[in-house]
C-alpha cells in the first residue's frame, strides 16, 4: 500500500479498535446482556420515495432467524433524493403512510425470515411467508439510492433434504430490477457451517453521478445506468450467537452507461471510457474508468462480524464490528481492461449508557479504503462514496465518490417519554463527518486527490423517534449539511 494508504488506514483501525475497545465496557452496562438482540449489522436503509427509508425488522426472539442466511440549485428547505413528490406515491409498505398500524407490522414477526448477508457486498433482506412454506414476499434487497424494494420468492423449504433451492424477484420504487437463483445449504458439516451459491442479475437506471474527487461541484450532477451479471459463493460459520465469519469469491460482469433519468446532462457526454494516453501518466478529468465498458471482474476475500447490541432495555447498548479483506483483478475486457485493487472495509459502532438506560452516547466509525494495484483502476461504480442516509446524512445519495472513504458519526440520544422498559419516544441529536480521496487516473489528479484536512464534510441535525417495542422503532430525522437540508423517514434505530 502505498504511504498514503496506511496513514488512513491507521486513522480508521485507531477509531474502529476505539470502538471496539468501548463496546464492550457499554454491554456489560446492560441490563440483560444474555438477551443481547441479533440485529444485523446490513440493516441499511432503503430509500422510499420523498427520501423515506425502510429497515426490514432485524433478528429477533420470535424470528425464524438464519444468517444467509448464515441504498439541482442550492436550498434552505429539505429536498429528497427521490425523484418521487410523495411517500404515498409509493406501494403499501411498512413505512408508508398506507400502512394501517405499527402492530400490524409488528405481527408478521412469526414469519418473517432475515435472509442478510456479509459478503461480497452486505445486504439487507427480509423475507416473509405469505402461501405456505414455498412462497414468500421480499423487502428490501437493495443498496442505497434504489428506492424501496419489494418481491418475491419461491422456495423448496425443506422439501429436498440438505439444500434449498430459490428463485427471487425483486423491483423496486425507482423500478430497479434484480433477479437471483440460489443454493443454499444451511448445514455443511455442521449446523454452524453455511454455504451460499447464487447467481444475480441486477439493473439500476437512474443513479447519481457527481464526478470523482473530494471536491466536484453539486451543480453537476449527472446519472448512469449498471447492468450487472454476478455468480458468487460464500463459505460462513457461526463461530456464536452473534459473531460469524466467513470467505467468498465472485466473478462479475458489469456494463455502466448512459442512465435514463432525462433531465440531467447525459454521463457520456462528459466522460469517456477510453483513457486518452497510457494511464497514470496523462492528466484527463474525463476519463471514467468503466463507462461503456463491458467489465469483467474476478474478486475473492474475507470478513468477520460481532454484534452485541442489545435492544432489550431501553436505549440500544453494547458493540458492534464488521471487517471484510478482498482483492479484484480485471478479466479480458473490451478496449480497457487494466482494473485490479485491494480493499479493506471497517465497520464499527459502540452505545455506551451514561448514568440510566434513558441515556446514551452512539458512536461509528466507518471506512472503505481500496489501493489500485500496480496503477490499476477501479470501475466508478465500485468506487467507494460518501452521502446518504447511513454515509453522510445532510448531503445527497453518493455525493463524492472516490478510492476511499472515511466517515464517523457522534449521537447522543434521550428517552423523553417511557412507556415500557423496551418502549418510548426519544430525542437525537447528530454529527457526521467525512472525506473521500485517492482518484488514480493519472499523477497529476492524485495531487489534487489526496486525504486533507480541507475536503472534510460534515453535517449535523437531530430528531426523534418512537420505540414501539426492542426489535421496531419508527425514526425522523432532519440533516443540514453546507449544500442542502435533508429529510429522513425509517424504521429503525438509527446506525
Not at 466509525?365 to 453522510?392: H, M, N, T, V
Amino acid at each position: 500500500m502505498t504511504k498514503l494508504l496506511r496513514n488512513s488506514f491507521s486513522l480508521s483501525a485507531a477509531a474502529f479498535g476505539l470502538i471496539l475497545t468501548v463496546a464492550p465496557a457499554a454491554f456489560c452496562q446492560t441490563a440483560n446482556p444474555g438477551a443481547a438482540n441479533l440485529l444485523t449489522n446490513s440493516q441499511t436503509p432503503v430509500s422510499l420515495p420523498g427520501n423515506y427509508a425502510i429497515i426490514p425488522p432485524g433478528k429477533f426472539e420470535k424470528t425464524e432467524s438464519k444468517k444467509n442466511e448464515p441504498a439541482k440549485p442550492k436550498s434552505d428547505s429539505p429536498k429528497s433524493d427521490s425523484d418521487a413528490a410523495t411517500p404515498d406515491s409509493g406501494p403499501a409498505a411498512p413505512g408508508n403512510s398506507q400502512i394501517s398500524g405499527l402492530s400490524g407490522l409488528s405481527g408478521l414477526n412469526d414469519r418473517a425470515q432475515s435472509q442478510d448477508r456479509n459478503a461480497p457486498r452486505r445486504e439487507s433482506l427480509q423475507a416473509i411467508k405469505i402461501a405456505g412454506k414455498h412462497v414468500k414476499a421480499l423487502i428490501g434487497g437493495f443498496e442505497q439510492g434504489a428506492g424501496f424494494g419489494v418481491g418475491v420468492e419461491l422456495t423448496t423449504a425443506d422439501s429436498v433434504p440438505g439444500i434449498e433451492f430459490r428463485a427471487k424477484l425483486l423491483t423496486s420504487s425507482k423500478f430497479y430490477r434484480r433477479f437471483e437463483g440460489q443454493a443454499y445449504i444451511p448445514k455443511l458439516g455442521s449446523e454452524k457451517t453455511h454455504l451460499d451459491l447464487w447467481f444475480n442479475y441486477q439493473l439500476r437506471t437512474k443513479d447519481r453521478f457527481f464526478g470523482l474527487g473530494p471536491r466536484t461541484p453539486d451543480n453537476q450532477e449527472t446519472n448512469y445506468a449498471s447492468d450487472e451479471r454476478s455468480f458468487n459463493a460464500v463459505l460462513s460459520h457461526d463461530l456464536a450467537k452473534r459473531s460469524q465469519i466467513g470467505v467468498y469469491v465472485r466473478v462479475a460482469n458489469t456494463d455502466g452507461y448512459r442512465g435514463e433519468k432525462k433531465d440531467q446532462p447525459p454521463i457520456d457526454g462528459s466522460y469517456t471510457g477510453r483513457p486518452p494516453g497510457k494511464p497514470g501518466t496523462v492528466f484527463n478529468s474525463t476519463f471514467l474508468p468503466g463507462l461503456n465498458t463491458n467489465a469483467k471482474i474476478f474478486s475473492y476475500g474475507a470478513f468477520a462480524e460481532i454484534d452485541y447490541r442489545n435492544n432489550e432495555v431501553g436505549l440500544t447498548k453494547g458493540g458492534y464490528a464488521y471487517a471484510r479483506f478482498a482483492s479484484a483483478d480485471g478479466l479480458k475486457n473490451d478496449f480497457f481492461d487494466d482494473f485490479g485493487w485491494n480493499e479493506v472495509e471497517l465497520d464499527g459502532r459502540a452505545y455506551i449508557p451514561l448514568f440510566s438506560d434513558s441515556t446514551s452516547l452512539a458512536l461509528r466509525a466507518y471506512a472503505d479504503l481500496r489501493d489500485p494495484k500496480r496503477g490499476s483502476q477501479i470501475p466508478f461504480y465500485e468506487l467507494a462514496w460518501l452521502g446518504g442516509r447511513s454515509y453522510g446524512r445532510g448531503f445527497t445519495n453518493f455525493r463524492f465518490h472516490d478510492n476511499n472513504v472515511v466517515l464517523f458519526s457522534v449521537e447522543p440520544r434521550q428517552t423523553v417519554w417511557k412507556q415500557k422498559e423496551d418502549r418510548g419516544v426519544d430525542v437525537f441529536a447528530f454529527g457526521d463527518g467525512g472525506q473521500v480521496w485517492g482518484d488514480n487516473r493519472s499523477a497529476a489528479i492524485r495531487r489534487v486527490s489526496e486525504f486533507d484536512s480541507q475536503n472534510w464534510r460534515f453535517a449535523f441535525g437531530g430528531g426523534v423517534q418512537y420505540r414501539r417495542s426492542k426489535s421496531l422503532a419508527v425514526r425522523l430525522e432532519i440533516g443540514h449539511s453546507n449544500e442542502s437540508n435533508k429529510v429522513y423517514f425509517s424504521l429503525s434505530r438509527g446506525f
